[in-house]
Protein backbone atom coordinates (compact mmCIF):
# COMPACT_ATOMS: atom_id res chain seq x y z
CA UNK A 1 0.00 0.00 0.00
CA UNK A 2 2.74 2.67 1.02
CA UNK A 3 5.08 1.51 -1.69
CA UNK A 4 2.39 1.94 -4.40
CA UNK A 5 1.75 5.42 -3.27
CA UNK A 6 5.38 6.07 -3.69
CA UNK A 7 5.54 4.84 -6.92
CA UNK A 8 2.51 7.18 -8.04
CA UNK A 9 3.97 10.09 -6.07
CA UNK A 10 7.27 9.12 -8.13
CA UNK A 11 5.14 8.77 -11.35
CA UNK A 12 3.57 11.95 -10.69
CA UNK A 13 7.00 14.08 -9.98
CA UNK A 14 8.37 12.49 -13.26
CA UNK A 15 6.06 12.07 -16.00
CA UNK A 16 8.75 11.28 -18.45
CA UNK A 17 9.48 7.63 -16.48
CA UNK A 18 5.77 6.87 -16.89
CA UNK A 19 4.65 6.13 -20.65
CA UNK A 20 1.72 4.36 -21.04
CA UNK A 21 -0.31 3.10 -23.61
CA UNK A 22 -1.97 6.58 -24.45
CA UNK A 23 1.39 7.79 -25.03
CA UNK A 24 2.39 4.76 -27.04
CA UNK A 25 -0.36 5.40 -29.69
CA UNK A 26 0.94 8.75 -29.93
CA UNK A 27 4.61 7.53 -30.62
CA UNK A 28 3.38 4.87 -33.30
CA UNK A 29 1.33 7.86 -35.01
CA UNK A 30 4.18 9.77 -35.73
CA UNK A 31 6.84 6.65 -36.55
CA UNK A 32 4.86 3.87 -37.38
CA UNK A 33 1.64 4.77 -38.94
CA UNK A 34 3.14 5.86 -42.36
CA UNK A 35 4.19 2.18 -42.95
CA UNK A 36 1.43 0.03 -40.61
CA UNK A 37 -2.24 -0.24 -40.58
CA UNK A 38 -4.14 -0.18 -37.24
CA UNK A 39 -8.03 -1.19 -36.82
CA UNK A 40 -8.25 0.00 -41.14
CA UNK A 41 -5.94 3.28 -40.96
CA UNK A 42 -2.45 3.59 -41.68
CA UNK A 43 -0.01 2.95 -44.48
CA UNK A 44 0.60 -0.74 -46.39
CA UNK A 45 3.97 -0.88 -46.80
CA UNK A 46 4.45 -3.23 -43.57
CA UNK A 47 2.05 -5.85 -42.56
CA UNK A 48 -1.65 -4.54 -40.19
CA UNK A 49 -0.74 -4.62 -36.54
CA UNK A 50 -4.41 -4.42 -35.19
CA UNK A 51 -4.22 -8.18 -34.11
CA UNK A 52 -0.64 -8.42 -33.89
CA UNK A 53 -0.33 -9.10 -30.01
CA UNK A 54 -2.59 -12.07 -30.44
CA UNK A 55 0.38 -13.47 -33.79
CA UNK A 56 4.04 -12.26 -31.92
CA UNK A 57 4.67 -11.99 -28.27
CA UNK A 58 5.99 -9.07 -26.62
CA UNK A 59 9.68 -9.83 -26.69
CA UNK A 60 9.52 -10.68 -30.61
CA UNK A 61 7.60 -6.74 -31.13
CA UNK A 62 10.19 -5.38 -28.32
CA UNK A 63 13.16 -6.86 -30.35
CA UNK A 64 11.88 -5.99 -34.07
CA UNK A 65 11.65 -2.30 -32.76
CA UNK A 66 15.06 -2.98 -31.63
CA UNK A 67 16.56 -4.64 -34.63
CA UNK A 68 14.32 -5.36 -37.63
CA UNK A 69 17.01 -7.06 -39.38
CA UNK A 70 17.10 -9.52 -36.50
CA UNK A 71 13.78 -11.22 -37.68
CA UNK A 72 14.30 -10.41 -41.87
CA UNK A 73 17.52 -9.41 -43.00
CA UNK A 74 16.64 -7.21 -45.84
CA UNK A 75 13.86 -5.46 -43.89
CA UNK A 76 13.20 -1.94 -44.85
CA UNK A 77 11.82 -0.92 -41.36
CA UNK A 78 13.90 1.39 -39.43
CA UNK A 79 15.64 1.06 -36.16
CA UNK A 80 13.33 2.53 -33.31
CA UNK A 81 14.91 5.86 -32.66
CA UNK A 82 13.07 6.65 -29.25
CA UNK A 83 13.58 6.01 -25.68
CA UNK A 84 13.12 2.44 -24.17
CA UNK A 85 10.50 4.06 -22.15
CA UNK A 86 8.73 4.90 -25.61
CA UNK A 87 9.43 1.64 -26.95
CA UNK A 88 7.60 -0.07 -24.05
CA UNK A 89 4.65 2.49 -24.21
CA UNK A 90 4.32 1.28 -27.94
CA UNK A 91 4.80 -2.21 -26.76
CA UNK A 92 1.67 -1.42 -24.12
CA UNK A 93 -0.09 -0.10 -27.03
CA UNK A 94 -0.26 -2.96 -29.67
CA UNK A 95 -0.68 -5.17 -26.44
CA UNK A 96 -4.17 -3.42 -25.48
CA UNK A 97 -5.32 -3.30 -29.05
CA UNK A 98 -8.27 -5.66 -29.39
C1 LIG B 1 9.40 2.47 -43.36
C2 LIG B 1 8.27 1.67 -42.98
C3 LIG B 1 8.13 1.16 -41.55
C4 LIG B 1 8.10 1.88 -40.39
C5 LIG B 1 8.27 3.38 -40.20
C6 LIG B 1 7.84 0.92 -39.32
N1 LIG B 1 7.75 -0.35 -39.83
FE1 LIG B 1 7.34 -2.05 -38.79
N2 LIG B 1 7.58 -3.16 -40.47
C7 LIG B 1 7.75 -2.64 -41.76
C8 LIG B 1 7.81 -3.74 -42.72
C9 LIG B 1 7.98 -3.59 -44.23
C10 LIG B 1 7.64 -4.93 -41.98
C11 LIG B 1 7.61 -6.37 -42.52
C12 LIG B 1 8.99 -6.85 -42.89
C13 LIG B 1 9.83 -7.08 -41.68
O1 LIG B 1 9.50 -7.97 -40.87
O2 LIG B 1 10.81 -6.36 -41.50
C14 LIG B 1 7.49 -4.52 -40.56
C15 LIG B 1 7.31 -5.40 -39.52
C16 LIG B 1 6.95 -5.03 -38.23
C17 LIG B 1 6.60 -5.94 -37.17
C18 LIG B 1 6.58 -7.46 -37.26
C19 LIG B 1 5.18 -7.93 -37.59
C20 LIG B 1 5.12 -9.42 -37.64
O3 LIG B 1 4.04 -9.97 -37.40
O4 LIG B 1 6.14 -10.05 -37.92
C21 LIG B 1 6.29 -5.19 -36.08
C22 LIG B 1 5.86 -5.70 -34.70
C23 LIG B 1 6.47 -3.81 -36.46
N3 LIG B 1 6.86 -3.74 -37.77
C24 LIG B 1 6.24 -2.75 -35.62
C25 LIG B 1 6.54 -1.42 -35.94
C26 LIG B 1 6.40 -0.32 -35.01
C27 LIG B 1 5.86 -0.45 -33.59
C28 LIG B 1 6.85 0.78 -35.66
C29 LIG B 1 6.98 2.19 -35.12
C30 LIG B 1 7.84 2.35 -33.96
C31 LIG B 1 7.23 0.39 -37.01
N4 LIG B 1 7.03 -0.96 -37.13
C32 LIG B 1 7.71 1.26 -37.98
C33 LIG B 1 7.87 -1.31 -42.09
C34 LIG B 1 7.92 -0.25 -41.20
Same mark, same amino acid.
Given at each position: ? &? $???????? =?????????? =? /???? +????? +?? &???????????????? !????????? @?? #???? &??? @??? $?? +?????????????? @? /????? @? #? !? $?? !? &?
Amino acid at each position: M &K $KSFLLAAI =AFAVPGLCLA =A /ADGQ +KIFQQ +KC &KMCHKVNGVGGKLGPD !LSKVSGQRD @EN #YIRG &KLK @EPS $KT +KSDSVMPVFDGSPA @E /ADAVV @E #Y !L $KN !L &K
